[in-house]
């Protein structure tokens, strides 16, 4: 009998679903830092190696994942020039260097491998079906944590050793408490809650993927979940564009949807001033939510886009830098891949990820028309998008490898379409 279609037959579908399946015990033991990083490069040496023994054609390897391996390689080098301009040294260039192949490093390689390696769909949506199913076993725990007492961070990990951004990254957090509001928060298994936010998107669009009703709504009500609790503004806004987004991207050929966008686009020019007014107002709600978070983020901005344009305007400075007191030290251009990127990477940090991303959603959308895969890697370069304006993408990356890997099927899939 052969085996369904979710269970792993390759080695990388065994990595890639054993991965997801183990993250909360990978969150327990402060490990999932630690596992992105080292199965995005493991796999790369799949690639390697079944480019190497001919199993896999060099032209298996999109044109716009070639973009990505020289945009991302790119990075480096222009981390190596803003080093030199500031002459930070040997031992601090070794150290970003490290840093950069756990994090820009991996917005290529899991591309390329879902370009490449045989993982299907199937295994990665069930996958992430089972690991919605034991979030919501989870879910109790988690809501009851803050009202028995629990403290709010078990354990940071010994791991930490191996080097990080910041200890958050290695500790396992049940919720913390919202400043000034004294109510409780979750993360769940992400360094922060806008971070838990984004990977419940991402998941909530990869078990829609799944065919086996039972298990897709399981996903689905898992992650849905975790997007609530995680109280993130942007995860609400992202299921509000991109799933209306997706659809209109399906039915972009077909006339009925130029008919059913006629009427909107008339109401837009008759009540362009209101709606922009709305708007306007909608983003002010927005922003008074969080009145102490958006503060923070726009003096993040602001001082990451001065200091850019003065010191650093080609390359960056290199690093990293806390902020002063007025934004509680946080790092320049944190909380913002495009503020960062000129901070530390200049304008050719910047162009470095704006075009590979501009370039793989003209061509997903384009494609979306053809089939769900197309649709799914759509969905996740949206959220890609979106969340580039709210988290640090690179940093991230660790955990939203799955998406990634979408994304390089995906690719994979509209070249050999337009062939």
Not at 61 to 66: E, L
Not at 172 to 178: D, G, H, K, S
Not at 269 to 277: N, S, T, V
């Amino acid at each position: 009998m052969a085996a369904p279609a979710h269970h792993p037959q390759t080695v990388a579908e065994r990595i890639v679903a054993g991965t997801i399946a183990a993250t909360w015990l990978l969150w327990l033991i402060g490990g999932l830092y630690i596992a992105g990083p080292v199965i995005g490069w493991v796999l790369a040496m799949l690639v390697f190696g079944e480019l190497y023994l001919g199993r896999k054609p060099a032209g298996a390897i999109p044109i716009v994942i070639w973009l990505w391996l020289a945009a991302m390689s790119a990075m480096l080098i222009i981390l190596w020039i803003g080093h030199a301009n500031f002459a930070l040294g040997s031992g601090q260039t070794i150290k970003s260097s490290i840093g950069w192949a756990k994090g820009w490093a991996l917005m290529a390689l899991f591309p390329l491998a879902g370009a490449v390696l045989d993982i299907r769909m199937e295994v990665i949506a069930r996958a992430v079906c089972r690991l919605g199913m034991w979030t919501l076993v989870l879910l109790p725990l988690f809501i009851a944590a803050p009202f028995i007492g629990l403290p709010e961070t078990l354990w940071v990990s010994p791991l930490k050793a191996v080097g990080g951004p910041g200890p958050e990254y290695f500790a396992t957090i049940l919720y913390t408490i919202e400043p000034g509001a004294g109510t409780p928060r979750w993360q769940f298994f992400a360094p922060w809650s806008p971070a838990a936010g984004m990977v419940a998107v991402i998941y909530i669009f990869l078990a829609a993927q799944e065919r086996n009703l039972v298990w897709r709504l399981v996903g689905i009500a898992g992650f849905l979940i975790v997007a609530l609790l995680s109280q993130s503004r942007l995860a609400l806004v992202a299921l509000a564009l991109i799933v209306p987004a997706i659809w209109a991207a399906a039915r972009i050929d077909r006339g009925s949807t130029w008919l059913l966008a006629a009427p909107v686009f008339l109401l837009v020019g008759l009540f362009g001033i209101e709606l922009l007014a709305f708007v306007d107002q909608l983003m002010n709600d927005f922003s008074s939510a969080r009145a102490d978070s958006s503060r923070v983020r726009a003096a993040l901005g602001r001082i990451a886009l001065d200091r850019w344009e003065n010191e650093a305007f080609w390359f960056g400075h290199g690093v990293v830098e806390n902020g002063p007191h007025l934004v509680e030290y946080m790092p320049i251009g944190s909380h913002h891949s495009w503020y960062g990127l000129l901070f530390v990477k200049g304008l050719a940090g910047a162009l470095a990820l704006a075009i590979p991303l501009a370039v793989t959603v003209a061509i997903l959308f384009w494609h979306a028309r053809h089939d769900r895969l197309h649709r799914a890697g759509l969905a996740m370069v949206l959220v890609l998008v979106l969340y580039s304006f709210g988290e640090n993408l690179e940093i991230l990356a660790y955990l939203i490898w799955p998406a990634l890997i979408v994304i390089g099927k995906s690719l994979a899939k509209a070249q050999t379409t337009e062939r």
